[in-house]
């Protein structure tokens, strides 16, 4: 693919965040890797709705603009961050989609076994914790997360999303939101019903049937309760996540894993186990 070419599936791209209300004004940016110390970037204060090729510039892996008349997007060090640390990323879509910010806004976790397209193509959803945009400070608050997942929500900013071209970058976004308007949806019909372990568990199989990575499949969360946002908890405390609109799901350790008498883990269990319904019956 030529350079002009990814410049103009950048501008469609920016059309689409646009008219689908993920990019107010000026909002978000769009990078597009070309070599390895070449990046296309969206610049700065200029509508995604209404790029033109002539309107990318290009800087290179530490942020320095080395092409176009433009002034590159301030947010731009994110972006390399993300390539920095996966290699295989070209493309990363910045925006702020109304519905995932809201989670953003609300600092509220991401409910995880309810959707099955969200299950296999997204897993579980990381919020960084908040940092003013554009320097390199909020550019390192992804790294805790870069690695296991294609999509990351940053606090009371919006979303960013990378894959190995614009397009698919973009999907991620798109998959999020629809995700997070369902839930806000279903939110005010009254509740969610939350998947049942078993099929939960189905629903990973197919993922690593079909190539798809996700850290549940990995070894070292193999005793994670596979539904309860698990994987990224830990980052809860640093980031002010916490549950608020939506219950923990019931509690869902994975059929494979070895049983509490075995490790010597019982009373550990019994202890998360309470820990997770009385953080339920404090939502009520």
Request: charged content about 25%.
């Amino acid at each position: 693919m030529n350079v002009h070419r990814m410049k103009q599936e950048i501008c469609e791209i920016g059309d689409r965040i646009y008219k689908k209300g993920f990019a107010a004004a000026n909002d978000g940016n769009i990078t597009y890797r070309v070599s390895d110390n070449e990046v296309l970037c969206t610049p700065t204060m200029h509508s995604k709705g209404f790029l033109k090729p002539e309107d990318i510039c290009t800087v290179d892996m530490q942020g320095n603009q080395i092409a176009g008349a433009k002034k590159r997007s301030s947010e731009a060090l994110l972006h390399l961050e993300i390539m920095k640390a996966r290699p295989e990323v070209k493309s990363v879509v910045h925006c702020h989609p109304p519905h995932a910010t809201a989670f953003a806004v609300a600092r509220e976790p991401i409910p995880q076994c309810i959707l099955p397209e969200v299950e296999v193509f997204l897993g579980d959803v990381p919020i960084t914790k908040y940092e003013t945009p554009g320097g390199q400070a909020f550019a390192d608050t992804i790294l805790p997360f870069v690695h296991k997942t294609n999509v990351i929500v940053l606090a009371n900013h919006g979303t960013v999303s990378y894959g190995e071209n614009v397009e698919r970058a973009y999907w991620w976004t798109e998959i999020l939101d629809a995700y997070c308007r369902i839930l806000i949806l279903a939110k005010q019909v009254g509740n969610v019903e939350f998947l049942s372990k078993e099929k939960s568990e189905e629903l990973l199989e197919l993922k690593q049937q079909w190539g798809m990575d996700d850290p549940r499949l990995h070894k070292e969360y193999e005793n994670c309760d596979i539904c309860a946002n698990d994987i990224f908890r830990d980052s809860w405390k640093e980031s002010g996540v916490s549950r608020r609109g939506f219950p923990a799901p019931p509690p869902m350790a994975p059929s494979a894993a070895p049983s509490p008498a075995a490790n010597g883990d019982q009373e550990a269990i019994v202890q998360q186990i309470t820990s997770r319904v009385l953080e339920a019956l404090s939502q009520e």
